[in-house]
Nanobody, 123 residues
C-alpha cells in the first residue's frame, strides 16, 4: 500500500508541528507504524513506533517527552506530534509500515515508506 505524508514545514525553535501519514491500504490496522528521520549527511534513524492496535509505543531516547506518536485506524492515519522542537531535529521525516509481532527500530526491517517530509527547525 501507499503511504502519503503531510504536515511538514519550517518551525521555529521551541515550536510544535504535527506530521501525518495516510495509508491507502485497507489493512492498515494490521500494521505497526513508525517514524524515522534522516538529517543531512547522516543515516536514517528511528524516532517512534506504535503497534497496530495503538496500545503500545516506543520512542528514541532523544525524543521522549517531546514527541508523541498516535494513530487513527478509522482514518488509516498515523501522526507524529513534535513539541519543543530544536534545530538538532532538523531532518527529513519518513513514516513506515511493518508487520511483525513486536515494535522494531531498524529501518531495514520496514517494508513500506512514505515519500518523506522536510522539517527544518530554524529561527
Amino acid at each position: 500500500g501507499q503511504l502519503v505524508q503531510s504536515g511538514g514545514g519550517l518551525v521555529q525553535p521551541g515550536g510544535s508541528l504535527r506530521l501525518s501519514c495516510a495509508a491507502s491500504e485497507r489493512t492498515f490496522y494490521m500494521y505497526n507504524m513508525a517514524w524515522f528521520r534522516q538529517a543531512p549527511g547522516k543515516e536514517r534513524e528511528f524516532v517512534a513506533a506504535i503497534i497496530w492496535s495503538g496500545g503500545l509505543t516506543r520512542y528514541a531516547d532523544s525524543v521522549k517527552g517531546r514527541f508523541t506518536i498516535s494513530r487513527d485506524n478509522v482514518k488509516n492515519t498515523v501522526y507524529l506530534q513534535m513539541n519543543s522542537m530544536k534545530p538538532a531535529v532538523t531532518a527529513v521525516y519518513f513514516c513506515s509500515a511493518d508487520r511483525w509481532h513486536e515494535l522494531r527500530v531498524e529501518s531495514g526491517q520496514y517494508t513500506s515508506w512514505g515519500q518523506g517530509t522536510q522539517v527544518p527547525v530554524s529561527s
